[in-house]
């Protein structure tokens, strides 16, 4: 079979755990073959027209050509209860097995990869809506030292970073070197780290404001001093928790989701974490409910994650990799607040996960926990984006009101 999609080998940045990856196909327990529509390029649709494999007979009868494309020539549209590709026969897929992966859709073989190009240097990361990616990212104390590996590529894979806020991707990219080390600074609480992180990107966003973009890596060094003196972590040391608007904030944006889903995996995990938050048959729980629930899984938490102290940090670490973070938003600090919102929603449920009479959740629940909320929270833009007004709206995003969302 000739090769239809081709790869140049890279040279690219990645944390450990990217490396370490390998998809494993039929055991993956919430399949990404599965809830999501295909689109598939112009090429590639063509291809599969002119191959007479019987074993994609099912997928070519739900092909459908776009009126619109986008950039997408056609999509593959899934079937059954559980919204499956109609490629996926027997735990794998029939295009790979029939074809090669080189004829797999983009988005299939990039899937959940994402690779970038920014200030000369390639980097690849992974999203952690795959359960193995996930596992790998979270257990693993390793998991986010970086390394340089060689890498298969479609060039239609590596997107190009611009300048961002006037800023240049020299600067971007010290810049963003200081938040992952900030992350990293375990001498801290990772609430105080966060903390920090929302004070710097508060200044940053005034230097991008007043286009003194010149002034960023000074900034970056008097910041350093600064922690180091200590000063600014005993300020934020006074302030108090507020749990009860920490679980009245996140529980809402946890219910304004929508529950809906296909997968026997997700409706599981979704009814333990519902019936852990305290609530009834109706899916109803008080208000005084949900914060005694939410106070005694925090309370647990520590233990639970006792062997595996670095998860949310891991969990913080790739986000902000991922994401670009501090340069995904309008600004640096609404790119800040869509970090707060998804980790104060994954802290709550984590905790309430912990909020059981019998033993503490397994690091399988909990890892299984993170993944469900970025496969169901973290790649619907329009959730992310209603999450971020709803914030605006409330007050919330203010920045002395939401270190009291992320105090523990």
């Not at 055991?27 to 090429?43: A, I, N």
């Not at 999509?75 to 499956?84: A, P, R, S, Y």
């Not at 503490?360 to 970025?374: D, F, I, R, S, Y």
Request: with cysteine.
């Amino acid at each position: 079979m000739p090769i239809l999609h081709r790869t140049q080998t890279f040279s690219a940045l990645m944390p450990r755990f990217v490396e370490r990856f390998r998809c494993i196909g039929p055991s993956c327990e919430d399949t990404c073959c599965s809830g999501w529509t295909v689109h598939v390029d112009k090429k590639t649709y063509k291809a599969y027209r002119k191959e007479p494999i019987p074993a994609l007979d099912l997928m070519m009868v739900n092909m459908e050509r776009l009126s619109d494309s986008r950039g997408a020539y056609a999509q593959i549209k899934t079937v059954g209860e559980q919204k499956q590709c109609p490629a996926l026969q027997n735990g794998s897929c029939s295009v790979q097995a029939n074809l090669g992966e080189s004829y797999l859709p983009t988005v299939c073989h990039d899937y959940p990869r994402t690779t970038r190009q920014m200030n000369g240097q390639i980097e690849q990361m992974m999203t952690l809506s795959c359960p193995e990616a996930a596992r790998l990212a979270l257990l693993a104390e390793d998991a986010f030292e970086f390394v340089e590996s060689p890498l298969q590529l479609r060039e239609t894979a590596l997107y190009k970073v611009e300048a961002s806020f006037g800023v240049t991707p020299e600067v971007m990219a010290e810049t963003r070197i200081f938040c992952l080390n900030l992350i990293r600074t375990r001498e801290l609480t990772l609430w105080q780290r966060l903390a920090l992180l929302g004070t710097f990107c508060d200044s940053l966003t005034v230097l991008c404001a007043k286009n003194e973009q010149g002034k960023i890596l000074g900034m970056i060094e008097d910041f350093v001093h600064v922690i180091e003196h200590g000063d600014l972590v005993a300020t934020l040391d006074l302030i108090r928790p507020d749990h009860e608007s920490q679980a009245m904030v996140f529980a809402t944006l946890w219910s304004t989701k929508g529950f809906n889903t296909t997968s026997p995996h997700q409706q599981e995990m979704m009814r333990q974490i519902a019936s852990r938050f305290g609530a009834n048959d109706n899916g109803e729980v008080s208000k005084e409910g949900l914060v005694s629930a939410y106070r005694r899984g925090l309370d647990r938490l520590d233990d639970a994650l006792q062997t595996t102290p670095w998860l949310l940090e891991n969990y913080v670490m790739n986000e902000m990799f991922t994401q670009l973070a501090p340069f995904n938003g309008y600004t640096p600090y609404d790119s800040y607040l869509q970090l707060i919102a998804r980790f104060g929603l994954l802290r709550l449920l984590l905790a309430v996960q912990c909020n059981t009479d019998d033993d503490l959740p397994t690091l399988a629940t909990l890892t299984a926990t993170v993944q469900l909320h970025c496969r169901r929270f973290q790649h619907d833009p329009n959730y992310a984006n209603r999450v971020k007004r709803s914030l605006y709206e409330s007050g919330w995003a203010e920045m002395s009101k939401l270190f009291k969302l992320i105090r523990t």
